[in-house]
């Protein structure tokens, strides 16, 4: 498999690695999201401030409002930081370029 | 790193080795966009019948209508190809199930 498609892999195991522990496999649960971000994302958790941050992000991504979040909710949440971190990686490039 | 801020790593890897290329680093032009599908997902491009998907798929990333993919739209495609993954991910496993 091509580095793309083991990433593709990795999101869907990833996603269901932890939705399929309460037995409905195809969402996650309030438990079981805040178990993805605090064991999947433990430098992102690291620098946010607000306590909250794990409520907030769930009430952002369950966009259909059913308090569950599916596998394209959980995409937008990957997406939305993946775009953060490349715009970090862009400025930290042009900073070595200017060296 | 966890495997998910490794996914994430590699999204971004991945977009700009092709986007670096022609001394644009910030977006894949037709050219670049048609070596990065060839090369990191010649599983999907096999199954495809039509002669211009790359074209297409082109088109349809380019939200903006300015011929090239921005990261931001690169993203749309893995997740378009992540979640028809997903679904035949899930109805595998439900059939596993049933035997």
């Known amino acids: 498999m091509t580095e793309l498609e083991n990433c593709m ?18 969402t996650l649960s309030k438990k079981e999201l805040s178990k993805l971000i605090e064991t999947e994302l ?3 958790l690291k620098c ?3 306590p909250k941050v ?3 992000i ?3 991504l369950d966009q259909n409002g059913d308090s569950k ?5 959980f995409l937008s949440l990957v997406v939305g930081l993946s775009i953060a ?3 970090c990686f862009v400025l ?8």
């Open 48 to 50: 946010q401030k607000n």
């Open 42 to 44: 433990p430098a992102f």
């Open 69 to 73: 979040v599916d596998f394209e909710e």
């Open 92 to 99: 930290h490039e042009q900073k070595k370029g200017k060296k």
């Open 9 to 26: 892999e990795s999101l869907i195991t990833i996603f269901h690695r932890y939705a399929d522990e309460d037995g409905d496999g195809k």
């Open 58 to 60: 769930r009430k952002d």
């Open 85 to 87: 971190c490349e715009k």
């Open 54 to 56: 794990v409520d907030d």
